[in-house]
């Protein structure tokens, strides 16, 4: 299926979403919203949601906005094709989503266990690029249970999602990983971690230096951060890295 490309809407209005797919108090689906104008992003607020409830309210706010999603949008054609579900996107994610986590956790379990050690996992040709985890695994992290837990959701809210969905024009989502970014100013450098034994003195300081880096524009995208003081002190303090991660 293809779509014919649209004039855009201005997207001044930005959302960075940390998707959880359990979210509680403790771990919510944080969504940071600013502004883009004049290769500078201004941070306004952090959200913080705790059920998905709520995270599907705020995806019905009329646009135009663009928000950008930490969760996998698909599957792998290799896992698809040898289960035999369908191959296009939209009756994909109904039969996904139609499934029960444990039905999801057994049949990737079932694929896995057949194929042989160090290729376990079916990968999509955007894993590698993005150095993110295959969006078939269910665990450390479980991003396969946050596909089946968010995509319904936007599908749901009517949202746009480019070559895969025509939706609400102005309102488009796009997968995105905040490692990506992160990576490129850290290297292998940790700056995070939801282990409280783990939130080290050293990942203090490599927030603080991905942060200087994003306030300053030293990255591919060209783009300069502003916070406020109180802002700033936020994601620093923030040691599991989710706020800092929607930002990213």
């Given at each position: 299926m293809t779509f014919q490309a649209p004039h855009p809407p201005a997207f001044s209005a930005i959302a960075g979403i940390d998707?959880?797919?359990?979210?509680?108090r403790v771990k919510p689906i944080t969504v940071a919203l600013g502004?883009?104008?004049?290769?500078?992003?201004?941070?306004?607020?952090?959200?913080a949601h705790t059920t998905f409830e709520s995270f599907a309210t705020w995806l019905r706010t009329a646009g135009p906005w663009l928000g950008v999603f930490d969760l996998p949008?698909?599957?792998?054609?290799?896992?698809?094709?040898?289960?035999?579900w369908p191959l296009d996107w939209l009756p994909l994610m109904q039969h996904y989503a139609a499934l029960s986590r444990e039905q999801v956790r057994d049949t990737f379990a079932g694929f896995c266990d057949a194929r042989p050690v160090g290729g376990k996992f079916a990968?999509?040709?955007?894993?590698g690029p993005a150095g993110s985890s295959p969006s078939m695994k269910w665990v450390n992290p479980p991003v396969a249970y946050m596909l089946h837990a968010g995509v319904p959701?936007?599908?749901e809210a009517g949202l746009h999602l480019p070559g895969l969905h025509a939706g609400d024009e102005?309102?488009?989502?796009?997968?995105?990983?905040?490692g990506l970014l992160a990576h490129e100013v850290l290297g292998t450098r940790s700056y995070k971690s939801d282990t409280k034994a783990k939130q080290t003195p050293d990942r203090l300081i490599a927030?603080?230096?991905?942060?200087?880096?994003?306030?300053?524009g030293r990255t591919r995208l060209g783009l300069r951060?502003?916070?406020?003081?109180a802002q700033r002190d936020a994601l620093v303090a923030d040691a599991s890295g989710d706020k800092l991660d929607a930002v990213l």
């Amino acid at each position: 299926m293809t779509f014919q490309a649209p004039h855009p809407p201005a997207f001044s209005a930005i959302a960075g979403i940390d998707f959880t797919s359990r979210p509680t108090r403790v771990k919510p689906i944080t969504v940071a919203l600013g502004r883009c104008e004049q290769r500078v992003a201004r941070l306004e607020r952090i959200e913080a949601h705790t059920t998905f409830e709520s995270f599907a309210t705020w995806l019905r706010t009329a646009g135009p906005w663009l928000g950008v999603f930490d969760l996998p949008f698909g599957l792998p054609r290799e896992l698809v094709r040898t289960l035999g579900w369908p191959l296009d996107w939209l009756p994909l994610m109904q039969h996904y989503a139609a499934l029960s986590r444990e039905q999801v956790r057994d049949t990737f379990a079932g694929f896995c266990d057949a194929r042989p050690v160090g290729g376990k996992f079916a990968h999509r040709a955007t894993d590698g690029p993005a150095g993110s985890s295959p969006s078939m695994k269910w665990v450390n992290p479980p991003v396969a249970y946050m596909l089946h837990a968010g995509v319904p959701l936007l599908i749901e809210a009517g949202l746009h999602l480019p070559g895969l969905h025509a939706g609400d024009e102005t309102r488009v989502a796009l997968e995105g990983y905040p490692g990506l970014l992160a990576h490129e100013v850290l290297g292998t450098r940790s700056y995070k971690s939801d282990t409280k034994a783990k939130q080290t003195p050293d990942r203090l300081i490599a927030r603080k230096d991905l942060i200087d880096a994003l306030e300053q524009g030293r990255t591919r995208l060209g783009l300069r951060l502003r916070l406020s003081h109180a802002q700033r002190d936020a994601l620093v303090a923030d040691a599991s890295g989710d706020k800092l991660d929607a930002v990213l």
